[in-house]
Every structure is written in C-alpha cells, then in structure tokens.
C-alpha cells in the first residue's frame, strides 16, 4: 500500500480520516502515521509566505462574516482579567476601535497591576476597577460581576486581540437562541516567538472530556490544528474557553455567580457544567474570532488544586454523560462517539473461523448509529496489537470467545463496558472464573440464558444470531457456478455431525453442493464438496438454491442456539431443514420442516422439492418473523438499549 505525498493543505483532513479509519490490522493508520509525521516534521514551522496568507485568510474570514448591527443593543459589562501591563494596554487600544461596531458598553479591569499602570488606567473614562491583590481570580471575578451595570457580562484575558464584531456576533446569539449559558470564541494563535509550531493555528473551539484510569481529563477542541475556514453556524457546546465567553449577568447569579472554592482554574468550565444541569444551553459562535497568545505563568500548585475540586465535583457526572453522550453520537462532551471492539479469533475475510463474520455483520449495523468499530483477534496479523493490549478511547468489548480472559486485559479506562456474548460452548462459558466480571452478559441459547443466570444469580439476556436483510434477500439472482436444488455450508472439524449419517445425497435425485472446509475427508460427500465458500459468496449460494440442509452442531443442538444459517437462508427465500428442535421451537415454534434420520431427511427434501407451493408458504411465514424480529439491525437496537440501561444504572 503507497501513501501519496501529503501536501500541507491536506495533513488534517488526512489525520483525520487516519482516526476515523476502523483498520483492525492498523496497515493503513501506520503508513498514514509515518507519512504525516515526516510531512509535520518538515512543515513544524510556517514559511513568511505561508505566514503572510494564513493571516491574510483569517482576516478575511472575519470580514467575511456580516456583522449584526442591532438598534437597540444592550449593556455589556467588559471585564478584563489583566495580568500583563504590554498585553492590557494593547487589548485597550483594540477596544478603541470599538465602538465603530458596538458602542454601549462599560470596562471593569480585575488587576493586581503596580502603581505606574494604575495611573495609566485611572485616566480612562468610564473604568472600574478592582483588586485580586487580596483575593482569588474567582473571588474578583464575582465582585466584578456583582459591581457591574451590564445586562451581559463578557470575561476575556488581556493576552488576547478581538476582531471585528466579535461583540455584535455574542450579542446577537445570546439575543436570538433560547436558554443560552454561555457564548465562547474561536480562539487562533497569532504569530508567536517562543512557540513558532502553533502559529496561526487554531487555539480553542470549545471544552471536551475524555476519561483515564476512571478521571475525566478537559482538552481543547482543534487546538493546535492548522488554521480552517469554519463553518457559520454556532453549536452547543458543553463548555468553552475561559478566554473570552459572554453570559447574562442574571444568569450568572441565578446559578450563584463563580464557584469560590476554585482560586483561579476551572471555574468557568464548573460554570458551564452547572448551567447545562440547569438546562441552559451554551454555545460555541465561530464568528467570534480571537487572537490568543496564550501565555504560560500557571503556578502548577494552584493549578493542581483546582483540579483535584473540580475531579471530587464533577467526575462521576461526566463519566455517566461521557457514556452516554458517545452511546448517542451526540458529540457534546467529547469528541468521538462509541468505540466497541470485538474480540474474534481472526480479523481477515479468509479465515475460516465463524465468529469473524458474525461480529463483522454486527459491526456493520452498530456503525448506522455513528460507533467506531475494532476488532481484537486472537491471532493477530505481524500489524495487530496483542488481543489484550486495549486502546484508551475503547469503550466497550464485546467478546465472542470464552477463551477471551478478562484479567489479562491491559486498558486505561476503569470505565470500560465488558461484554460476553455466549453462542455456543455453554459448558466452557459457565466454568469461567471471570464470568461474573462482565458487566453485561448475552447468550444466543434461552435455556443457556436461564441456566446461567441462575448459577451466577443476575439476569442473562437472551440475544440469538440473526440476519442483514441488506445482504441476505431475494433481490439477488442465481450465479450458474451455484446453481444447485439444496445445499449445505460449514465446515467439518473433526467433530461429530448429524448431517454426516444423515445425508445421501447419492439416494436423492436432486443436485447438491456441499461447501465448507474439510469435507473431502468424507469419501460419502467428497464428490459433492465445492471448497470452501467466502462469507461474501454466501447471499449468492443461497440466491442460487431452493433448500439449505441446518446441521445444530453438538455444542448448540442440546442449548437450542440457531445458527445464523437459518436466518441467512429464509431471509434469501430458500427452504431450510433442521434438526434444531429446541431452537426452532424457541425462535419460530416449531414451524420450520425438522429432520432426525437419514430416512426423514430424504423423505422432507423429496416432499419439499415437489410441493412448492407449500414449501413457498412456510418460507413467508418464517421470513416474516425473521425481517420482523431477527435482523441484526433489531441486535444492535437491542445492544444500544441494553447499554443505555446499563450506563443509566451502575454510571449515575
């Protein structure tokens, strides 16, 4: 596989196609990686040309956006919180200019400047002042909010270069979206000396959590991402950046101003948290537009400590909504939705192992809710990570295997969903030390589902196989290398099958294909034996037949766990016979056509092969209940609610 050449333009959509990729191998995402990081390598720094059009681009992109002129425009209450002289007096001059825009504002500055700067100030017109000398950040922030006259009260640091209108376009978004929390900005780097890489990229777009080892951790949205033209439309945001956020003064007390306990971090993301409990909605405008420099003077002890209150305050809350806001690809907290990985034996389409193909299908319709899908093969590729190594942003496992041990597995996230998934095997499953360690358990078997249940005493859910009716359906047309009266697929491995003594299809004159692994060690059925069949030709064999032989292998038979043929079968308008009468009775109450000896085999295949038109009646009723109860879109509906359940009960 060749990578191309990444051209500059191009390294963040291609990083992000790199992360939306599901590549259970990682062959794409390594070479993708490899090339990104030579391309960012030798592109760290922008030219002067570069430089020169990307300023040139963002101011564009500001004039761009037509800037709201309203009649009557409320009181603004601008509070600074300053902390650097050369940067205060510029953002002062920058406001010079704004009444061009929007003139009915009042400047309050939260300082613990020295005296030469306080004369400089006392000089303005029309400015409050007040101290932190003696007080926390939050502290003044609050007397500040209390001393203001403003209907709105805008916050915004001094290390910051407002655009054009930026004013206008919070105002105006407060004025016409209802229940609005809190306007934040678009925060861009502008050129920076000590920091060369980040300038003129993207700073801040709004608050998202992720979670490591059971603590929620914030991030900055696009930070560090080269500078885009960004959509118009505002978006609900859970938080935004401290920076420069709008929000209406009766609002902010209404909730009782800042939180005190905080000295001067986190306190507005607490704000934003405690506003959207209150069903207020906050919004990120990305035609407010800011320059950020950002500047490092973070005591780390402080930092620290207002960290651990805002973990102790809110981390159960965001854990539980991180959950089901990724469940729900609602994109609020975080920035991905699910991540499920499957446990399988293999991850390729060649292997000959079921399981693959029955989680792949699974996948396939858990992606229609917006979920990232991986896969976790107990034989990795030379490119896959051993099973148990787990990424940090997978959320749930779902695993097939009963050989799957969860105290081996290695992963961050203390909050990870684990899932056992019990289609066969059921003696082995319930032998499991670690049985009880999964958090939600399914079975494919009724009886398994209450046998089990009982031995460990919670509830098992029942959670047959199923079908895609997208894939398997009678919109197909026969292929002439299929073409056949009946057939059978799976795979001979050594173990007793009822299909061996019961099949002779030499004393049946009707024409058969066998397909699967291994069954040319069978002299009776080597000549009927066509290799084995790739999941992807199975829709065309069964739109190439009239009846598909069910064989309940010995590890099902006894648990009534239906085997995904029989759904793939009737879904594709073909007759199936079996000799599953505990599942059939479960499942479809005994309507499908039973066979238990070689005699009652050829007898129902003689009788079905002549009287069509009952053949065709029982293959609508079965088909019915299938399309209408057994699609693997009907699973994961069923998985998404058994989660939201789960999430909802053991999270809140």
Do not use: G, Q
């Given at each position: 596989m060749k990578i191309p050449h990444i051209f500059d333009e191009d390294i963040e959509r291609i990083r992000e196609l790199r992360n939306e990729v599901s590549d259970s191998k990682n062959i794409f995402k390594d070479k993708v990686s490899s090339v990104l990081k030579s391309s960012i390598k030798n592109k760290k720094v922008l030219s002067k040309q570069e430089r020169k059009?990307?300023?040139?681009?963002?101011?564009?992109?500001?004039?761009?956006?037509?800037?709201?002129?309203?009649?009557?425009?409320?009181?603004?209450?601008?509070?600074?919180?300053?902390?650097?002289?050369?940067?205060?007096?510029?953002l002062l001059n920058t406001f010079s200019t704004l009444d061009t825009y929007y003139s009915n504002y009042e400047l309050i500055i939260i300082h613990n400047m020295k005296d030469d700067l306080l004369k400089y100030i006392d000089n303005k017109k029309d400015v409050i002042l007040v101290s932190c000398e003696d007080k926390s950040l939050t502290q003044a922030e609050n007397e500040a909010s209390h001393k203001s006259k403003g209907e709105y009260l805008l916050f915004i640091d001094d290390d910051t270069i407002p655009f054009d209108g930026f004013l206008n376009h919070m105002v105006n978004t407060m004025l016409t979206k209802e229940n609005v929390g809190v306007v934040g900005s678009r925060l861009i780097y502008p050129e920076l000396k000590l920091n060369r890489t980040k300038s003129y990229k993207v700073a801040h777009e709004g608050i998202y959590f992720r979670e490591k080892n059971n603590l929620i951790e914030t991030y900055n949205k696009n930070d560090g991402r080269r500078y885009y033209t960004a959509d118009e439309e505002e978006c609900e945001v859970i938080a935004t950046s401290s920076v420069a956020f709008l929000v209406k003064k009766s609002v902010l007390m209404g909730v009782g101003g800042f939180n005190e306990n905080y000295v001067e971090f986190y306190e507005v993301i607490d704000l934003c948290l405690r506003l959207h409990k209150k069903d207020y909605k906050n919004y990120y405008n990305p035609k407010v537009m800011l320059y950020h420099f950002c500047l490092e003077n973070h005591d780390v002890d402080v930092f620290e400590r207002d960290k651990k209150i805002f973990i102790n305050t809110w981390n159960k809350y965001i854990l539980h909504n991180l959950l089901k806001d990724k469940l729900y690809a609602n994109y609020l907290f975080s920035d991905k939705a699910l991540t499920v990985a499957l446990v399988v034996t293999q991850s390729v389409c060649e292997t000959t192992a079921g399981d693959f193909f029955t989680a792949i299908t699974l996948a396939h319709n858990l992606k229609d809710f917006g979920w990232n899908i991986k896969f976790l093969s107990q034989h990795p590729s030379k490119y896959e990570r051993n099973w148990y190594h787990l990424d940090d942003d997978i959320d749930v496992v779902i695993s097939l295997l009963d050989r799957y041990n969860l105290r081996k597995i290695e992963s961050n996230r203390k909050s990870l969903i684990k899932v056992a998934w019990i289609r066969n095997w059921f003696e082995r499953w319930m032998k499991l030390s670690y049985l009880d360690d999964y958090n939600i358990i399914l079975s494919s078997s009724k009886k398994a589902c209450g046998v089990i249940g009982e031995k460990i005493d919670r509830k098992v859910y029942f959670y047959p196989l199923a079908t895609d009716s997208t894939i398997f359906n009678e919109k197909l047309q026969p292929n002439n290398e299929y073409i056949c009266d009946y057939c059978f697929t799976g795979s001979y491995w050594k173990s007793d099958r009822e299909i061996i003594s019961a099949l002779c299809p030499d004393n049946i004159d009707y024409t058969f294909n066998l397909y699967g692994a291994n069954w040319d060690k069978i002299p009776s059925l080597k000549k009927y034996h066509k290799g084995f069949i790739k999941y992807d030709d199975i829709p065309q064999v069964y739109a190439s037949t009239k009846i598909v032989l069910d064989d309940a292998n010995h590890v099902t038979r006894g648990w009534g766990s239906v085997n995904s043929r029989v759904f793939d079968a009737f879904a594709s308008g073909c007759l199936v016979l079996t000799n599953g009468t505990m599942g059939n009775t479960d499942l479809f109450n005994g309507m499908i056509p039973e066979y238990h000896s070689k005699e009652e085999l050829q007898d129902k295949l003689n009788y079905y092969m002549e009287h069509t038109h009952e053949k065709e009646k029982i293959v609508q009723e079965i088909q019915?209940?299938?399309?209408?109860?057994?699609?693997?879109?009907?699973?994961a509906t069923k998985l998404k609610s058994l989660l939201n359940f789960y999430i909802h009960k053991y999270t809140d």
């Open positions: 059009e990307v300023s040139l681009k963002i101011l564009n992109d500001n004039k761009s956006h037509e800037i709201p002129l309203n009649k009557k425009l409320p009181l603004v209450s601008i509070i600074i919180k300053a902390t650097h002289k050369n940067y205060l007096l510029n019915e209940i299938i399309l209408e109860k057994h699609t693997y879109k009907h699973r």
